[in-house]
T-cell receptor, first 109, second 117 residues
């Protein structure tokens, strides 16, 4: 089975940095995704990690430690438009995704 | 980038009727499509995996006779909610993936909001 945990909510100030943690226990692992989802919309791809280490893409970075079953998404220079739900998802290699419950990030002025 | 469309974006139907939702990959061939449902403030729950030309694989607890999935071509999969009930009201999202190359991400459709009255 799949067990993916992430915090329910986080609040941060515009311009600040926020780190969203995700821990997972899965029967198979072939990569971890982070998606952003605004209310009422479909998820949009942010990052994919399959090897240990940090992947940086603009204001967003994602880290993976396979031995610890741990990942985080780092959002820098927060903007109001970053207020959204952030979903951690693990794939078993067959393109099947198991999602965490999502972390709602609220950015305040 | 890859584009996946869904139709309709919103639908309201009466209890007992059936409603069909289409998922199309617009600029690539999707050998595999996935159907998810999402309740308010909850994460996506995988309902079934749809492979072109074969029967869908349903997740545990999902009624295959109620949620009929057809993947007739490499660019189209349909989900039919049969004999809909108010508890079927949800946000249904499809995604498409291709086995070509080493692309691992799924491309999500914009979702369909189903309301059963």
């Amino acid at each position: 089975g799949q067990n993916i945990d992430q915090p329910t909510e986080m609040t941060a100030t515009e311009g600040a940095i926020v780190q969203i943690n995700c821990t997972y226990q899965t029967s198979g692992f072939n990569g971890l995704f982070w998606y952003q989802q605004h209310a009422g919309e479909a998820p949009t791809f942010l990052s994919y990690n399959v090897l240990d280490g940090l992947e940086e893409k603009g204001r967003f970075s994602s880290f993976l430690s396979r031995s610890k079953g741990y990942s985080y998404l780092l959002l820098k220079e927060l903007q109001m438009k970053d207020s959204a739900s952030y979903l951690c998802a693990v794939t078993d290699g067959d393109y099947k995704l198991s999602f965490g419950a999502g972390t709602t990030v609220t950015v305040r002025a | 980038g890859a584009v996946v469309s869904q139709h309709p974006s919103r639908v309201i139907c009466k209890s007992g009727t059936s409603v069909k939702i289409e998922c199309r990959s617009l600029d690539f061939q999707a050998t595999t499509m996935f159907w998810y449902r999402q309740f308010p403030k909850k994460s996506l729950m995988l309902m079934a995996t749809s492979n072109e030309g074969s029967k869908a694989t349903y997740e545990q607890g999902v009624e295959k006779d109620k949620f009929l999935i057809n993947h007739a071509s490499l660019t189209l999969s349909t989900l039919t909610v049969t004999s809909a009930h108010p508890e079927d009201s949800s946000f249904y999202i499809c995604s498409a993936a291709t086995l070509a190359g080493d692309v691992k991400e799924q491309y999500f459709g914009p979702g369909t909001r189903l309301t059963v009255t």
